[in-house]
Nanobody, 117 residues
Framework: QVQLVESGGGLVQPGGSLRLSCAAS???????????MGWYRQAPGKQREFVAQ???????GYADSLKGRFTISRDNAKNTVSLQMNSLKPEDTAIYYC????????WGQGTQVTVSS
């Protein structure tokens, strides 16, 4: 059973940056590197939506509206995945969830990101 714990959320002003991290436990590094890791977000009153993903080979994909502002990366030695978010906008306010997929999908509990002046 894989456990995912997100961190790094908080309150930031428009135009600011945040870096989210997701730590995976309950799996070895050999297995972790096989996971497709992703970030999703859910704003109040809206459905959860895809943000970004990174494959075992390091290929990345992003929601079209976020390209150029968000960057996903992974550190297989530390069993972590990160999301660097720049030029944040109020509409980026949401709970951000980490996701891991390798035959089974796992979710973290989420971390709140609030973009407001």
């Amino acid at each position: 059973q894989v456990q995912l714990v997100e961190s790094g959320g908080g309150l930031v002003q428009p135009g600011g940056s945040l870096r989210l991290s997701c730590a995976a436990s309950g799996t070895s590094g050999t297995i972790f590197r096989r996971y497709v890791m992703g970030w999703y977000r859910q704003a109040p009153g809206k459905q959860r939506e895809f943000v970004a993903q990174i494959t075992s080979g390091g290929s990345t994909g992003y929601a079209d509206s976020l390209k150029g502002r968000f960057t996903i990366s992974r550190d297989n030695a530390k069993n972590t995945v990160s999301l660097q978010m720049n030029s944040l906008k109020p509409e980026d306010t949401a709970i951000y969830y980490c996701n891991a997929v390798y035959a089974t999908s796992y979710w973290g509990q989420g971390t709140q990101v609030t973009v407001s002046s």
